[in-house]
């Protein structure tokens, strides 16, 4: 086994396509002024800004939940645990138009606190409050660039000495076609320059 992973791997080139994996499994939460709320499954998503705080989605436009967005300028990334893998499978598969997912899905609806039409859902261990800022026609799906106005994190992961333990709750991540947990740890930011203590 040793001599095979010394080797060097025959690889074939494929056509240009998205192959930069895992990427996280989210919901986003989205409503419109009418009073309707939706949940969509996305996994383009992504960090493009520490200062300000922002983020990006990319939705295809003939997702019932694209002219809630376009329409309000807002939603919310809800990040999702292993327990919550049936309900991102079938929102990414069903849509707002034939089904309530919410129910379906026994996923509740909270009211955010920046946004006015949007929802949180409740049980996620991280909510994260939307507000577009700018959108790219790109092709099959359009980028809605959106600036973080609030962040809601659940008091199940806080310890006494204030640290918040996001990576115990099990965070969900989507691989080349599988939903796949995250695994074990490998180290921590910066640990291979940290100096041993003697």
């Not at 138009?97 to 409740?122: G, S």
Request: proline content about 5%.
């Amino acid at each position: 086994m040793k001599e095979q992973s010394k080797r060097k791997a025959k690889k074939q080139i494929w056509k240009p396509g998205n192959m930069l994996y895992p990427l996280p499994a989210v919901l986003v939460s989205v409503g419109d002024q009418g009073g309707k709320i939706n949940i969509l499954t996305v996994a383009w998503t992504g960090t493009i800004c520490t200062n300000p705080p922002m983020l990006y989605i990319s939705v295809r436009p003939q997702r019932y939940s694209y002219e809630m967005i376009r329409g309000t300028g807002e939603f919310v990334v809800n990040l999702t645990t292993e327990q919550m893998v049936k309900a991102v499978d079938y929102c990414g598969v069903r849509s707002g138009r034939d089904v309530d997912k919410w129910k379906e899905m026994h996923l509740t609806p909270q009211k955010a606190e920046k946004l006015n039409y949007a929802p949180l859902i409740a049980e996620s261990p991280v909510n994260i409050e939307c507000r577009v800022k700018e959108i790219k026609e790109l092709g099959s799906h359009d980028m809605f660039l959106a600036e973080v106005v609030a962040v809601w994190v659940s008091e199940d992961y806080m310890r006494e000495n204030g640290k918040f333990e996001l990576n115990q709750s099990g965070l969900l991540v989507y691989s080349h076609g599988e939903y796949l947990g995250l695994g074990k740890s490998f180290g921590t930011f910066g640990y291979s320059v940290k100096k041993k203590k003697r």
